[in-house]
């Protein structure tokens, strides 16, 4: 959406892990969370399943990655926005995990000064960068949430977003879980002076 128009947008993740995963990595293998996710997607496409237009072009974004035809690779959402990235677009990624950040730097490496790295807090260091230069911006606020105050910082981080930058476009991850904070949440988000939301389960 953002790239039908010339004018130069940035894309801010204010959780940005790794950015491009590694499947057959142990971690990766112990928690095997790709198995109900990219994983029956993956098998499905390559059996001849017909896909959907926008899922067989995010499809073609993973198999760019593992070329041999077999799922070792994995772009998270930083990796995929940075292949959308015109010239005057610009990457801000915030992680606040020591080994996920140098992850992150070393995926990056070489990418120029088209992406910023921030070691840090993004529910904290957004407030820093908003509104971006060319008022135009996606922010990505998707924590893990294993920290239950997740949902409520969540929720204030989108608040200030608002107060400063109320044309953003916004886009809030968060996991369908028997958890009170997860099922209410949508209800406190509707709440928010938005001139328009969509949700999508």
Excluded: C
């Excluded at 996920?100 to 070691?119: C, H, P, S, T, W």
């Excluded at 949902?151 to 204030?156: I, N, P, Q, S, V």
């Excluded at 988000?189 to 949700?199: F, M, Y």
């Amino acid at each position: 959406y953002l790239t039908q128009k010339d004018k130069a947008f940035w894309y801010i993740d204010t959780h940005a892990g790794a950015g491009l995963y590694a499947l057959d990595h142990a971690y990766a293998q112990k928690k095997s969370e790709f198995e109900t996710g990219i994983g029956p997607l993956w098998r499905a496409a390559a059996n001849g399943q017909p896909m959907p237009a926008l899922l067989d072009a995010y499809l073609e974004q993973v198999r760019a990655l593992n070329e041999d035809g077999s799922l070792k690779h994995y772009p998270g959402s930083p990796w995929l926005a940075w292949q959308m990235l015109r010239d005057a677009d610009r990457l801000r990624l915030f992680e606040l995990h020591s080994t996920e950040i140098q992850v992150l730097r070393d995926n990056f490496r070489g990418a120029g000064r088209k992406v910023m790295l921030y070691d840090g807090d993004g529910f904290n260091g957004i407030k820093a960068i908003l509104p971006p230069p060319p008022r135009r911006a996606l922010v990505l606020i998707d924590p893990s949430y294993e920290d239950k105050q997740d949902y409520a910082r969540t929720l204030d981080t989108l608040k200030a977003g608002l107060e400063r930058f109320a044309t953003g476009i916004y886009a809030i991850w968060y996991p369908e879980v028997q958890r009170r904070e997860s099922t209410q949440l949508p209800a406190q988000l509707k709440r928010l002076p938005l001139k328009s939301w969509l949700h999508v389960s």
